[in-house]
């Protein structure tokens, strides 16, 4: 029930991070998690066309927006980071990701998103050097 | 692609091309997923999750 949605993601960045939540669940899955994953359903129904517009323009400009929870996942008090990258003003990328180590403190946790930003900055900016 | 026309669906991904851009979605695949688990006929909601929801290893 969840897999489904996950190739979803490839369009909706917006239900990203509940659907990586659920899948975390996956291996196995409970009765109480079921109202979760059919929110999700649920809001996908009232917002079927969405989806993603890339405008024609020839600015391009780099942009990268990251953003993170403090201990958000509350079984390894790992935290949460997010990112998405912008080309001009079209999005071209973007991530939900539990951090692989867990941080100390808020600072360690603001320092782990931007530098996952950043490498994907890094990799993008290299592949667009040939063009 | 000259062989093949414009591409138009692919992989259950839509692709209309506008005056200004390209415009891409799913919209078919996401009809397809609320049929195949039979939520076609359920109440919308605004948001995807709920701010507070927890979710644990054992039911609760």
């Known amino acids: 029930m969840i897999g489904s949605p996950l ?13 990586c939540l659920c899948a975390r669940f996956q291996s196995n899955p409970r009765e109480s998690h079921l109202t979760t994953f059919t929110r999700i359903f649920r809001y996908l129904k009232g917002t ?5 517009l890339y405008k024609k323009s020839l600015d391009y400009k ?5 953003d993170d ?20 003003e079209n999005l071209i990328s973007w991530a939900s990701k539990r951090q692989s180590i867990i941080a100390l403190s808020t600072t360690k946790a603001k320092y782990i998103s931007p530098s996952s930003c950043c490498t994907r900055l890094l990799w993008m900016k290299h592949q667009l050097k040939d063009y | 692609m000259s062989m093949m026309g ?21 919209s078919k695949y996401t009809k397809e997923l609320l ?24 039911d609760t």
């Open chain 1, 48 to 52: 079927i066309n969405l989806g993603l």
């Open chain 2, 35 to 58: 049929k195949k688990f039979k939520l076609d006929e359920c109440k919308e909601m605004n948001t995807p999750m709920h701010p507070t929801c927890t979710l644990t290893k054992e």
């Open chain 1, 62 to 66: 780099f942009v990268g927006l990251c």
């Open chain 1, 7 to 19: 190739y979803l993601t490839a369009s909706r960045p917006d239900i990203l991070f509940s659907v």
């Open chain 1, 69 to 88: 929870d403090y201990a958000d996942d509350r079984i390894e008090r790992k935290s949460i980071s997010g990112n998405c990258q912008f080309l001009g």
């Open chain 2, 6 to 26: 414009e591409l138009k669906f692919f992989l259950g991904i839509r692709i209309n091309e506008l005056k200004y851009g390209v415009y891409v979605h799913q």
